[in-house]
């Protein structure tokens, strides 16, 4: 077995973060698997070296490891080209000119959570449209999905699917300004760096089934999945970086290493009390049938 971190470096690691590293790292090394560190850095506007560096020392002070050199996304553009090459000679890529204003304005469905669903007006356009609207625009490209269902197994929410073309729609691939998008450079990478288990948020759940897709147009293998309850703020709210919620730098000067690994140990049901304790200490009593399914303040 093999696990994987996967922070993006956009700013200092909040609690929610350090829940999941720290579950990931427990699921996979309590098993004997190793760890593979992996800094998703692919946005240039949000992502800087010297937060992927505040991540690693943070990292070690809560007492994780992995295994092997770090790994940047922002180094592996040519890998993603290739995957992408590989779904445009399926036929399966076609060019989004709509700016945001043109998709929010459009009458699209939108999921249970509020995300609009694309509406497709782009996969219509006649070559000459195309040609036309690249003279002024330069163009997003998404994958064009079909009506399927898409399930698995969750190793803590149980069965899940969506409808592709209903739930998902046709999603990015590439933005506009070239940057990959997230939905295929986390499969390449994964199968990449041999991830056979991803252990993230609940929030990522419903990105599984079009990763799933995505690896199966590609001939990749699909790892398994365990996607863990949020951690939220006292008011309800996810926590987020840019709001500073519950940051590491401000939970360092009320905790050590050991007492908040102990708190989140006891959120996850391992211990019976928040008490100091290391991850090594944690290993032989790590469990997926302890662990909490619904989100959580702490």
Same mark, same amino acid.
């Given at each position: 077995?093999?696990?994987?971190?996967?922070?993006?470096?956009?700013?200092?690691?909040?609690?929610?973060?350090?829940?999941?590293?720290?579950?990931?790292?427990?699921?996979?090394?309590?098993?004997?698997?190793?760890?593979?560190?992996?800094?998703?850095?692919?946005?240039?506007?949000?992502?800087?070296?010297?937060?992927?560096?505040?991540?690693?020392?943070?990292?070690?002070?809560?007492?994780?490891?992995?295994?092997?050199?770090?790994?940047?996304?922002?180094?592996?553009?040519?890998?993603?080209?290739?995957?992408?090459?590989?779904?445009?000679?399926?036929?399966?890529?076609?060019?989004?000119?709509?700016?945001?204003?043109?998709?929010?304005?459009?009458?699209?469905?939108?999921?249970?959570?509020?995300?609009?669903?694309?509406?497709?007006?782009?996969?219509?356009?006649?070559?000459?449209?195309?040609?036309?609207?690249?003279?002024?625009?330069?163009?997003?490209? /998404?994958?064009?999905? *079909?009506?399927? #269902?898409?399930?698995?197994?969750? %190793? !803590?929410?149980?069965?899940? @699917?969506?409808? =592709? +073309?209903?739930?998902?729609?046709?999603?990015?691939?590439?933005?506009?300004?070239?940057?990959?998008?997230?939905?295929?450079?986390?499969?390449?990478?994964?199968?990449?760096?041999?991830?056979?288990?991803?252990?993230?948020?609940?929030?990522?759940?419903?990105?599984?089934?079009?990763?799933?897709?995505?690896?199966? /147009?590609?001939?990749? *293998?699909?790892? #398994?999945?365990?996607?863990?309850? %949020? !951690?939220?703020?006292?008011? @309800?709210?996810? =926590? +987020?970086?840019?709001?500073?919620?519950?940051?590491?730098?401000?939970?360092?000067?009320?905790?050590?290493?050991?007492?908040?690994?102990?708190?989140?140990?006891?959120?996850?049901?391992?211990?019976?009390?928040?008490?100091?304790?290391?991850?090594?200490?944690?290993?032989?009593?790590?469990?997926?049938?302890?662990?909490?399914?619904?989100?959580?303040?702490?």
């Amino acid at each position: 077995m093999t696990g994987r971190f996967a922070p993006s470096p956009s700013g200092r690691m909040h609690l929610g973060n350090l829940w999941s590293c720290l579950l990931a790292w427990l699921a996979a090394r309590s098993g004997g698997g190793g760890m593979v560190l992996r800094l998703e850095d692919l946005d240039p506007d949000r992502c800087r070296p010297e937060y992927c560096d505040q991540i690693m020392r943070d990292l070690e002070w809560l007492g994780l490891d992995w295994d092997g050199a770090p790994v940047y996304q922002s180094r592996r553009t040519e890998i993603y080209q290739q995957a992408f090459q590989r779904l445009k000679q399926q036929a399966l890529i076609y060019p989004c000119f709509c700016t945001r204003a043109e998709r929010l304005a459009a009458s699209a469905p939108h999921r249970a959570d509020g995300v609009s669903i694309y509406d497709g007006r782009c996969a219509r356009l006649t070559n000459a449209a195309q040609e036309e609207l690249s003279r002024t625009r330069r163009p997003a490209w /998404r994958v064009r999905v *079909p009506e399927m #269902e898409i399930c698995f197994t969750d %190793l !803590l929410q149980g069965e899940f @699917g969506e409808n =592709l +073309a209903r739930d998902c729609g046709d999603f990015i691939l590439r933005r506009s300004d070239g940057v990959f998008a997230y939905q295929l450079a986390v499969v390449v990478d994964d199968a990449c760096m041999g991830v056979s288990q991803v252990v993230r948020g609940r929030d990522l759940l419903s990105s599984t089934p079009r990763q799933i897709w995505l690896q199966d /147009r590609l001939g990749l *293998p699909h790892p #398994e999945y365990g996607h863990l309850p %949020l !951690l939220l703020a006292p008011d @309800g709210r996810r =926590l +987020a970086k840019r709001d500073r919620d519950r940051e590491l730098g401000c939970l360092q000067a009320q905790y050590t290493a050991q007492s908040l690994v102990g708190r989140l140990a006891w959120a996850a049901n391992l211990i019976d009390r928040p008490q100091d304790i290391t991850p090594q200490e944690l290993l032989p009593l790590f469990s997926w049938e302890k662990l909490p399914k619904g989100d959580m303040t702490i």
